[in-house]
């Protein structure tokens, strides 16, 4: 074919998912992930493991990004933005939320004492990730049923909630203790929560030196700082 490679060679690949299997898929094949750890313990183990995986499989564990999702909540205040997650949380139906929690745990959990401690769950053919996530949230946190569907109902993942400079001090916690490249941001409301993040969070980013302020490059690659890959049908081709 006479048809040019495309500019970043071939689209980026990413790979979401922290089970044994979709961190070795990772390791081989991706160059972003997508994950979920909630505590900067669990997103460092996750990280050094995935990327002792890439270095293993012969790739340079630098041109594989993890970006664990982030629930962004911004407040003038840290009281102002615990209120708005509080009100978020208070919306959340609890057939609905039960419902999201038997899905993570591939167990009907509409039986379950709603008021009492996480019962020990049977295994399941659910997503072990999810599954383990939903387990540990209530261990870590001693919730009731209730409590953690309503958490599941919501978002169980990592949530950054305060000021700008709280949020911008927990993502630099995390850049600089390797718990990530960086994260996947997500608002619990748009286009306001979008709004609150560009306007209050990432000028305090870029004071610190930790975003950008103007773009190196066109492509989704230029952004991450990724290479593009060689042609595999050419020896040293473009």
Not at 154 to 164: D, E, F, N
Not at 197 to 207: A, G, M, N, Y
Request: net charge negative; hydrophobic share 35%.
């Amino acid at each position: 074919l006479n048809i040019a490679r495309p500019v970043q060679g071939h689209p980026l690949i990413v790979q979401a998912g922290a089970s044994e299997d979709g961190r070795q898929l990772a390791a081989e094949t991706a160059e972003m992930v997508f994950t979920s750890q909630a505590t900067l313990e669990d997103g460092q183990a996750f990280y050094a493991d995935v990327k002792a995986r890439t270095a293993a499989c012969g790739r340079d564990p630098e041109h594989i990004k993890i970006l664990p999702g982030a629930l962004v909540v911004v407040g003038d205040s840290e009281q102002e933005a615990r209120e708005k997650r509080e009100l978020l949380d208070s919306l959340v139906h609890y057939d609905s939320a039960i419902a999201s929690l038997s899905i993570a745990l591939g167990h009907d959990a509409s039986g379950l004492d709603p008021d009492a401690p996480l019962p020990d769950i049977p295994e399941s053919n659910a997503s072990k990730s999810g599954r383990e996530r939903a387990i540990n949230l209530a261990r870590r946190e001693n919730l009731t049923v209730r409590q953690l569907a309503s958490r599941l109902g919501g978002y169980a993942g990592l949530s950054m909630v305060g000021t700008p400079s709280g949020i911008a001090d927990q993502m630099e916690h995390w850049l600089h203790n390797r718990g990530s490249d960086g994260f996947n941001v997500m608002f619990p409301y748009l286009p306001a929560g979008l709004d609150d993040f560009v306007d209050k969070v990432v000028p305090e980013l870029q004071r610190r030196g930790l975003f950008r302020r103007a773009y190196q490059g066109t492509t989704l690659r230029d952004h991450l700082g990724l290479p593009r890959p060689p042609n595999r049908f050419f020896d040293g081709g473009r």
